[in-house]
């Protein structure tokens, strides 16, 4: 599985961004596929996740509520709707992905992953 994340870029706080992963090999439907992120100088965190069949959505509390993860499994794309951001969401954002039934919130669950882009928001 090939992982490639996109739509990341500068907004200002308050605003919207949509990254995208796709996905590409074989089975994306069984995928269950997650977002991570990474800010300077901290550890990578847990945003959203989503199971292979997408009844099941997780967050972190930090974006509960004002990021949404969807998926189209006809596409073999995930998608990471980002809105009402703050400056403290800038990171460079993963999609990971791994095959199994649950949406997964631990980074260690996931075997694949997508080489990150950069969201950043100024104040």
């Known amino acids: 599985v090939q992982l490639q994340a996109s739509g990341g870029g500068l907004v200002q706080a308050g605003g919207s961004l949509r990254l995208s992963c796709a996905a590409s090999g074989r089975a994306f439907s069984r995928l269950a596929m997650g977002w991570f992120r990474q800010a300077p100088g901290k550890e990578r965190e847990f945003v959203a996740a989503?199971?292979?069949?997408?009844?099941?959505?997780y967050y972190a509390d930090s974006v509960k509520g004002r990021f949404t993860i969807s998926r189209d499994n006809a596409k073999n794309t995930v998608y990471l709707q980002m809105n009402s951001l703050r400056p403290e969401d800038t990171a460079v954002y993963y999609c990971?992905?791994?095959?199994?039934?649950?949406?997964?919130?631990?980074?260690?669950?996931?075997?694949?992953w997508g080489q990150g882009t950069q969201v950043t928001v100024s104040s």
């Open positions: 989503i199971s292979w069949s997408g009844g099941s959505t």
């Open positions: 990971a992905a791994d095959y199994g039934g649950s949406a997964y919130t631990a980074s260690r669950e996931y075997g694949y």
